[in-house]
């Protein structure tokens, strides 16, 4: 038993209806962009920050503690990966690989630090030189 539509075409969408479609889809999309835009750039920043307060400064820590003392500045954080020939005890590696930040730079690194007495560490950021959008180990954002 056929059924039949009442009067309607079942062939498609009509150009209005498509057109109408088009022009939500548009408005919610001009309403989400702005909101999503920054967001990319706040994450890698959150990404650095963990890097920065925790992993690469629990790699850190564990090195000091089987070691003594934190690598030196010419050392660098390769010693986290390969022991340097002043390591007493080394135990690593103490990261599987070199830590470059979410911008694809390598992170900074100092000890003594500057800023704190056992070691600075730190990225340059977006911009890749020293900068207001540094995200460093020495300041609390």
Same mark, same amino acid.
């Given at each position: 038993?056929?059924?039949?539509?009442?009067?309607?075409?079942?062939?498609?969408?009509?150009?209005?209806?498509?057109?109408?479609?088009?022009?939500?889809?548009?408005?919610?999309?001009?309403?989400?962009?702005?909101?999503?835009?920054?967001?990319? *750039? #706040?994450?890698?920043? !959150?990404?650095?920050? &963990?890097?920065?307060?925790?992993?690469?400064?629990?790699?850190?820590? %564990?090195?000091?503690l089987?070691?003594?003392?934190?690598?030196?500045? *010419? #050392?660098?954080?390769? !010693?986290?990966?390969? &022991?340097?020939?002043s390591?007493?005890?080394?135990?690593?590696?103490? %990261?599987?690989?070199?830590?470059?930040?979410?911008?694809?730079?390598?992170?900074?690194?100092?000890?003594?630090?500057?800023?704190?007495?056992?070691?600075?560490?730190?990225?340059f950021?977006?911009?890749?030189?020293?900068?207001?959008?540094?995200?460093?180990?020495?300041?609390?954002?």
């Open positions: 038993m056929a059924h039949k539509r009442s009067g309607l075409s079942a062939k498609g969408f009509t150009l209005v209806e498509l057109m109408l479609v088009v022009i939500i889809i548009s408005v919610l999309v001009a309403m989400m962009v702005p909101r999503i835009a920054g967001r990319s *750039e #706040e994450a890698r920043i !959150a990404v650095a920050r &963990a890097d920065i307060d925790m992993n690469v400064a629990t790699a850190l820590k %564990l090195y000091e089987d070691n003594g003392a934190y690598p030196t500045t *010419e #050392e660098g954080l390769n !010693a986290l990966q390969n &022991a340097p020939p390591a007493k005890n080394w135990k690593g590696p103490y %990261l599987e690989k070199k830590p470059t930040d979410p911008w694809s730079g390598t992170y900074q690194y100092k000890s003594p630090g500057t800023h704190r007495k056992d070691y600075d560490l730190y990225s950021g977006k911009d890749g030189v020293e900068s207001a959008d540094d995200v460093v180990n020495w300041e609390t954002k």
